[in-house]
């Protein structure tokens, strides 16, 4: 079976239908990803069945959360999960990749260029430093991020972003019970509560993965986040 094929069986097992030009669009992501793996790490993962699984399908179970014409942020990109499959299927957000390794954001220039992708940017810098700039403290609808840091840690990345009404949606794999308990006061300090969270299986594997989801219901002090480095050194409790 040829990676159309494989990419369609389990795009229809996540109720997903897309065209030719979608799928071409990820075949060029895959080859040029793997290219670029041979110089920079970007990936452990090189097998095509489990790109398609565990890099395009994962990133793209968090679409229906994600509401018409947002303005997203994916923080701590590293090589554009999620945010490259998010925008490849949906042309109506607007995407910012953010992070902190200037030759990650190399690569994903180019691959926005080679996919023709609009209304998305890639920005070298760390989550600490670009919350604090006015252009991009609490202006997303919407921040995603993908298995970066633990939860404490992650909201202090994320919340900053997020404009009072808007939604962070971290990406976790299994066992999140403890990290929940963890930083349940850091995400109220932060602005933030927990609205649900989602526990799921990847298509046909054991791969287990949980979607939380953290509404916006207060602006974050000024303070937050602490200098860089500090939200991942100690955590907020």
């Known amino acids: 079976m040829g990676f159309n094929e494989k990419f369609l069986e389990k795009l229809n097992k996540i109720q997903l239908n897309v065209n030719d030009e979608v799928l071409n669009k990820f075949w ?43 303005n997203v942020i994916d923080v701590g990109t590293g090589a554009g999960f999620p945010g490259i499959p998010l925008k490849i299927v949906r042309e109506d957000i607007n995407m910012t990749l953010m992070d902190s390794l200037n030759k990650r954001i190399t690569f994903l220039n180019e691959i926005i260029n080679k996919l023709g992708l609009k209304k998305i940017n890639a920005i070298h810098s760390r989550a600490e430093e670009l919350a604090k700039m006015p252009e991009h ?3 997303y609808d919407i921040a995603v991020s993908r298995a970066v840091a633990n939860l404490s840690t992650l909201s202090e990345y994320m919340i900053p972003f997020v404009k009072v009404g808007g939604k962070c949606i971290c990406m976790k794999g299994s066992n999140i019970e403890e990290e929940l308990k963890t930083a349940k006061n850091a995400i109220k300090e932060l602005g933030g509560e927990i ?5 799921f299986k990847l298509p046909d594997s054991d791969n287990e993965r949980n979607i939380i989801i953290i ?23």
């Not at 090189?46 to 509401?67: M, Q, V």
């Not at 609205?195 to 526990?199: D, F, G, P, R, T």
């Open 28 to 70: 060029v992501y895959m080859t040029n990803l793997l290219e670029w793996n041979e110089k920079i790490n970007l990936t452990a993962i090189t097998d095509e069945d489990d790109i398609i699984l565990k890099h395009f399908i994962d990133s793209l179970t968090i679409l229906e959360y994600i509401p018409e014409k947002s």
């Open 137 to 139: 403290r609490e202006k």
């Open 195 to 199: 609205e649900k969270v989602i526990n």
């Open 215 to 237: 509404k916006k219901v207060r602006n974050t002090k000024s303070k937050y986040p602490r200098k860089a480095g500090m939200p991942s050194k100690e955590p907020l409790k």
